[in-house]
């Protein structure tokens, strides 16, 4: 069966310094791979999506960026976290035409 | 990017109520899903719909796909505690690939 594995959980970074969350899925291959991020408890805000590797399309322009190096590997970067990238990020896999996507487990990231 | 408008946008009901929301939009959905989400926890899908009218069940749970293929309903019969969390609405948009649009979510409380 495919699993989608997100870590860390929580996380408390300072401001300014960089950034590295890692999502990865098994039991699928080609996978599309997305990122939100979900400010406050409510509204899903698409981040990255990802049809396959090396291809990353941004949604939002901000201070983050992903990766995928390989199939079923999806990385969020920053080089200097802001403030404002304090949230609760939300790893996604979906095949490309079909169902739902199914959701990681979260990180919650707090910037101080 | 576009969001669905999906209300009320909070609840706070008795243990044994009903519960209804919907989530509408000014474009034409080709797939309605309804995810719940509970606290710390990614979102869950919880009904998929495929055809414009379709009623489609699962336990205490109805969902609907709305004739007009722009809106989609959710009810909830004989509400129990651990029915608390958001519930989002999602859709694909015909043309759309395989993104999803979701909705602002819906928070439900239950009260003992």
């Known amino acids: 069966s495919q699993t989608i594995h997100q870590w860390p959980a929580t996380l408390v970074q300072p401001v300014g310094s960089p950034l590295s969350l890692e999502c990865t899925v098994e039991?699928?291959?080609?996978?599309?791979l997305y990122w939100y991020r979900q400010a406050a408890g409510r509204g899903l805000q698409l981040l990255f999506y990802s049809v396959g590797i090396g291809q990353i399309s941004s949604e939002v322009p901000q201070n983050l960026s992903a990766s995928r190096p390989q199939d079923r590997q999806f990385i969020l970067s920053s080089k200097k976290l802001l403030l404002s990238d304090s949230g609760f990020y939300l790893c996604a896999w979906s095949v490309p035409v079909g169902l739902g996507y199914t959701f990681g487990s979260g990180t919650r990231l707090t910037v101080v | 990017g576009q969001q669905l408008n999906q209300s009320p946008q909070s609840m706070f009901i008795q243990e044994g109520e009903d519960v209804s929301m919907n989530c509408t939009s000014s474009?034409?959905?080709?797939?309605w899903l309804w995810y719940k989400q509970e606290p710390g926890e990614g979102p869950v899908l919880l009904i998929a719909l495929y055809k414009a009218g379709e009623l489609t069940s699962n336990g205490r749970l109805t969902a609907q796909f709305g004739i007009t293929r722009k809106d989609s309903f959710l009810n909830i019969s004989a509400s129990i505690p651990s029915d608390v969390g958001i519930y989002f609405c999602a859709g694909r948009l015909t043309g759309g690939g395989n993104k999803l649009t979701f909705g602002t979510g819906t928070q439900l409380k239950v009260e003992l």
């Open positions: 474009s034409i959905f080709n797939t």
């Open positions: 039991g699928t291959s080609n996978p599309n």
